[in-house]
Every structure is written in C-alpha cells, then in structure tokens.
Nanobody
Framework: QVQPVESGGGLVQAGDSMRLSCVAS????????AGWFRQAPGKEREFVAG????????SYADSVKGRFTISRDTAKNTVYLQMNSLKPEDTAVYHC?????????????WGQGTQVTVFS
C-alpha cells in the first residue's frame, strides 16, 4: 500500500507560481500512477494532471494545459505539480492520488489535500 502525502499549498497572487509536492509514503512511485485532483467549494472533484508509473507519460486537464507541469523525482520518491500563471479559478483543495501500475480507472489511495488560494 501507499499513502500520498501532499505539501506546498498556500496563498498566492494571480499570475504567480507555486509548486506542490507529493511523497509516496510506505512505497515507491515506481509502482503507481500518480494523479493530481482538485475540488473547489461547491464543485465536484476534477482531474488536473497525471503521470504514469514509468514517469514518462503525462496528461492534463484542458484548463491547466500550458500552465501546469507534473513531474516525478524517483530519487526523492516525490511527484510535483508546478503551477504557473495561476488564476483565481485555480483556487481549490488539491489532492494527490495513487493507482497501482497494473490498474486502470479509479485511483485507490488519496492524500489529505492541500489548500491553494489564488487572489486577484
């Protein structure tokens, strides 16, 4: 099993950048696909970005393409979400999630989440 643990949220001004980190506690990201999701108040949780267990294949929601970058540092067992040109609509609780490398569909393991607030 794995427990994703996020860090790096906070309060930033529109146009600024922020990087979120997610450690795979108890296991290694080499065994899991990693995904970042977010949930804003009153809205459903949405997919933001994902990186597969090889660390090579990435995917993004249309709303963040060109602004956000997901990456993985295997040596540090950490997945990052670099967020540039932040907008107020990016304000949400961001969750890191893991899914077994042999699986598809829903993610199985979720972090507690970290709040990102973007003010204009």
């Amino acid at each position: 099993q794995v427990q994703p643990v996020e860090s790096g949220g906070g309060l930033v001004q529109a146009g600024d950048s922020m990087r979120l980190s997610c450690v795979a506690s108890g296991n290694t990201w080499r065994n899991y696909d990693a995904g970042w999701f977010r949930q804003a108040p009153g809205k459903e949780r949405e997919f933001v970005a994902g990186i597969n267990w090889t660390g090579v294949t990435t995917s993004y929601a249309d709303s963040v393409k060109g602004r956000f970058t997901i990456s993985r540092d295997t040596a540090k067992n950490t997945v990052y979400l670099q967020m540039n040109s932040l907008k107020p609509e990016d304000t949400a609780v961001y969750h890191c999630a893991a899914r077994g490398a042999w699986k598809t569909g829903e993610y199985d393991y979720w972090g507690q989440g970290t709040q990102v607030t973007v003010f204009s």
